[in-house]
């Protein structure tokens, strides 16, 4: 493969649409003749691994998910044109933070501002981020985490991550996917043209 991948990366608490809105995208890059690779979140596999996650995330944990992302991120530029992240590296900053604020908890001097660095250092590798608004009309999906308090400190805490990390991060709500996809297909057209 020639040139560098686009990038689209959406961010945002969990039963918010970003699993969603990343299919219906990547069905429309296929549809375009783009060769579309679908990047995932690993919180499910750091559980798997003994990690603690949600409301229990460690600093190990979210570290351990950021190398994971940018590992499976950095793999899919082998073969694909356009890359598509579903929790990109900030999410798991955000989660950090929201399960740091509802449990009462601190790292240790330095810990988060080394995370964040990383965050900072890696959010310039995406051509567009999206995040999601938590609706709290819209139930929790199956099989959730059903912690509503933990899943508002997570929606506050990844917004306010992306707004110092990514100021252009364009905000998706339940009533404006539409126009944040007919965005998005734009951006990996014009991205895969000048390439």
């Known amino acids: 493969m020639s040139g560098r991948p686009c990038k689209i990366a959406i961010a945002g608490t969990h039963s918010t649409g970003k ?3 990343m ?4 069905d429309e890059l296929v549809r375009r003749g783009l060769r579309p690779a679908y990047v995932h979140d690993s919180a499910v596999n750091a559980r798997e691994l003994g990690f603690p996650i949600l409301r229990d995330h460690t600093f190990e944990s979210t570290a351990w998910i950021m190398a994971e992302a940018i590992r499976l991120e950095t793999v899919a530029s082998l073969t694909a044109d356009v890359i598509l992240v579903d929790r990109p590296v900030p999410d798991a900053l955000g989660y950090l933070s929201a399960a740091l604020r509802v449990t009462h908890r601190v790292l240790p001097p330095g810990r ?5 660095a990383i965050c900072a250092a890696w959010v310039g590798e995406y ?5 999601t608004e938590l609706d709290p009309a819209v139930p929790i999906g199956p099989g959730r985490d059903d912690d509503n308090l933990f899943r508002a400190a997570a929606a506050e805490e990844i917004a306010a991550i992306m707004g110092r990390l990514a100021p252009d991060a364009m905000v998706v709500r339940s009533t404006d996917a539409e126009e944040a996809l007919r965005c998005a297909i ?4 014009r991205d895969r043209a000048s390439a």
């Open 127 to 131: 051509d567009m981020m999206l995040v």
């Open 23 to 26: 299919r219906r995208l990547q």
């Open 19 to 21: 699993t969603t809105f």
């Open 186 to 189: 734009a951006v990996a057209k």
């Open 112 to 116: 988060l501002e080394r995370l964040e």
